[in-house]
């Protein structure tokens, strides 16, 4: 397995965790296709930081929660392998764009539900499905779940929901695609200091520190942690880890 002729595919690579993963990627050789939802600006500054550092890379629009738009994206992710990579197949998928939420069951909408549910869980099904077609024979599937699927913390019921329903999706996927020898499994991170949910672990004092209470390393989470996880899953020794869930967390809520 030459890295260096490998291109992953990462929603939401304009920002925060999926940014992270693509410029890890990146160092190890591996071309990206990011997309982003309303930041073009911001899409094209981590192009320019991945090509300055002898990389390449390509950014394009996607709203996961619109499966409207899928089977027109996967044309547009055509067009970028044959323009810009030459080829017709890309390697790694990893379902890594979302939101956050933070509301108690009894005051959650259902258009909040149903938004989450559009992003999380229906947009990473239909998603894949459409980009089936295109990932290379032995690539690799990484869907992002969450820390929260395993532990609970009052406000998060739906979007650890949704985060479930991935982990099992993972196994599905696992199962019907292995006749490809596509690997697919689940990367779960713990609390992360980064923008996601406006920035609450990053930015507020004490959910900080209380993370770190709860989490045998002692210290909440960074962007690097996750980034330089997801490029160790999909490196060359990984292969014949799939189905699982990888919980990134430092040892939280043990």
Same mark, same amino acid.
């Given at each position: ?8 595919? $990462?929603?939401? %690579? !304009? ?10 990627? !990146?160092?190890?050789?591996?071309? $990206?296709?990011?997309?982003?939802? #309303? ?41 970028? @392998?044959? !323009? ?10 990893? &379902?890594? %764009?979302?939101?956050? @939420? ?15 549910? &559009? ?26 779940? =969450?820390?929260?699927?395993?532990? =609970? ?77 997801? %490029? ?5 020794? !990984? ?9 990134? #967390? ?5």
């Amino acid at each position: 397995m030459n890295m260096n002729r490998k291109i992953a595919l $990462i929603t939401g %690579a !304009s920002r925060g965790l999926g940014k992270n993963a693509a410029l890890h990627l !990146s160092a190890q050789g591996v071309s $990206i296709i990011g997309t982003y939802n #309303s930041n073009k600006a911001e899409a094209d500054a981590v192009v320019q930081e991945i090509e300055s550092r002898g990389g390449q890379a390509a950014m394009l629009q996607l709203d996961v929660g619109n499966s409207t738009a899928f089977a027109r994206f996967a044309e547009k992710v055509a067009e970028v @392998l044959q !323009s810009k990579f030459k080829t017709d197949r890309f390697d790694f998928l990893i &379902n890594n %764009a979302g939101i956050g @939420l933070h509301v108690a069951i009894a005051e959650t909408t259902e258009s909040q539900f149903d938004q989450l549910m &559009n992003i999380h869980l229906k947009g990473p099904f239909f998603l894949t499905q459409k980009l089936l077609p295109l990932i290379a024979d032995g690539g690799r599937i990484l869907n992002v779940s =969450s820390g929260l699927a395993r532990f =609970s913390f009052p406000g998060q019921a739906a979007y650890a929901m949704m985060k479930g329903g991935v982990e099992v999706m993972t196994r599905y996927m696992a199962k019907e695609f292995g006749a490809r020898r596509i690997s697919v499994n689940t990367i779960a991170p713990g609390a992360i200091a980064t923008d996601f949910g406006g920035g609450a672990v990053r930015d507020t004092k004490e959910i900080n520190d209380h993370v770190a209470s709860v989490t045998a390393l002692g210290r909440a989470g960074l962007p690097d942690d996750i980034g330089g996880a997801i %490029a160790m899953l999909l490196s060359e020794g !990984s292969g014949w880890v799939n189905a699982q869930r990888i919980e990134v #967390s430092g040892g939280m809520c043990l």
